[in-house]
């Protein structure tokens, strides 16, 4: 039994494969590419698509200002990201909770030492 698995499915009379995105805001948008005859075909394009995507992660770690320290950043994807999705408003006070309260006053206070 081969242990290899295969980044292809095959679904409605073609072949396709998992996509990523990275999107403006650092979050990573999932999909899936088809209409290929073979599974080598998509196995392929998988290759090609998932080059892409991690030119793409690197060229924007690249850009990240190096000074952006991690407490402002979660404040950021706090406030940006996570807040805009469809959650129970308990859970978006919780993480609150956690971030303002617990992480972002101890990566303040290592960023004061010195400590990125």
């Not at 073609?14 to 599974?39: A, C, I, M, N, P």
């Not at 392929?44 to 030119?55: A, P, R």
């Not at 978006?92 to 400590?115: C, H, T």
Request: include cysteine.
């Amino acid at each position: 039994m081969s242990t290899n698995k295969s980044v292809a499915f095959y679904e409605r009379g073609s072949w396709y494969h998992r996509t990523k995105t990275l999107l403006e805001d650092y979050t990573v948008s999932y999909g899936k590419k088809g209409g290929f005859e073979t599974q080598e075909q998509a196995e392929e394009s998988y290759k090609k698509c998932n080059e892409e995507y991690m030119q793409q992660l690197t060229k924007h770690h690249l850009n990240i200002d190096k000074e952006v320290y991690l407490s402002n950043y979660l404040v950021y994807w706090f406030e940006n990201v996570f807040k805009e999705k469809n959650i129970q408003n308990n859970y978006i006070l919780g993480v609150a909770y956690v971030i303002y309260n617990m992480i972002v006053p101890f990566l303040r206070q290592e960023d004061s030492k010195g400590g990125h």
